[in-house]
Structures are given as C-alpha cells and as structure tokens.
C-alpha cells in the first residue's frame, strides 16, 4: 500500500520559516516527480513546488518563487519544502505529491497523495 506521509507543519509568525518532510513508501518510486500543494479554506487546491525524479529540475508556483525550496533527500522517496519569508497568505493545508507522468503543475498528474499537513502563518 502506498504511503505519503507529511510532517513539520505547524504555526509560525510572519517572515518565519518552516521545513516540510515527505516519506513515501510501500512501492518504488522510480521515475516519479514529487510536489507540493495546498490548499486554503474555501480554495482550491494549488500546486506549490514539484521536482523531477533526480533532483535536477524544480517548478515553482509564482507566489513563492524565491522564498521556498523543494528538494529531495538521498533516499529518493523523501521530499522537502523549505519556506522562508511566510506570510499570512501562505497558511493552508499542504499536501505532498508523487507523479509518474511529465507534467508537473496540475493535480490530474498525481497518481498519490498525502494527508497533510496544516501550515498557519499568524501576521
């Protein structure tokens, strides 16, 4: 059984940072993209951050280009989002992602997805 399991959400105050993990286990994820959505109360849930299969390629959503950073740990099925510079705007719940299609920024892409996590960012 495939498993994405989110963790280090929490509250933080404006301009703070936050480091998002992802373990995925029960297959092997060769090949697969991983991403980062979220999804705010009564929003639609928007793509956030993805990175290919070896970690040289990332896409970001404009909204936190420049403040957040996804990356994958040595074990490939572990994924990061580093956020930096938070703002009020950023609080949603934030769910990891994996892909085994090329396309990256639609959530039709994503074959599994996590629970989430909640991520509140007080001004």
């Known amino acids: 059984q495939v498993q994405l399991v989110e963790s280090g959400g929490g509250l933080v105050q404006t301009g703070g940072s936050l480091r998002l993990s992802c373990a995925a286990s029960?297959?092997?994820?060769?090949?697969?993209?991983m991403g980062w959505f979220r999804q705010a109360p009564g929003k639609e849930r928007e793509f956030v951050a993805a990175?290919?299969?070896?970690?040289?390629?990332?896409y970001y959503a404009d909204s936190v280009q420049g403040r957040f950073t996804i990356s994958r740990g040595n074990v490939k099925n572990t994924v990061y989002l580093q956020m930096n510079s938070l703002k009020p705007e950023d609080t949603a719940v934030y769910y990891c992602?994996?892909?085994?299609?090329?396309?990256?920024?639609?959530?039709?892409?994503?074959?599994?997805w996590g629970q989430g996590t909640q991520v509140t960012v007080s001004s």
């Open positions: 029960g297959r092997t994820f060769t090949n697969y993209a």
């Open positions: 992602a994996a892909s085994s299609s090329g396309s990256y920024y639609y959530r039709s892409s994503y074959n599994h």
């Open positions: 990175i290919s299969w070896s970690g040289g390629n990332t």
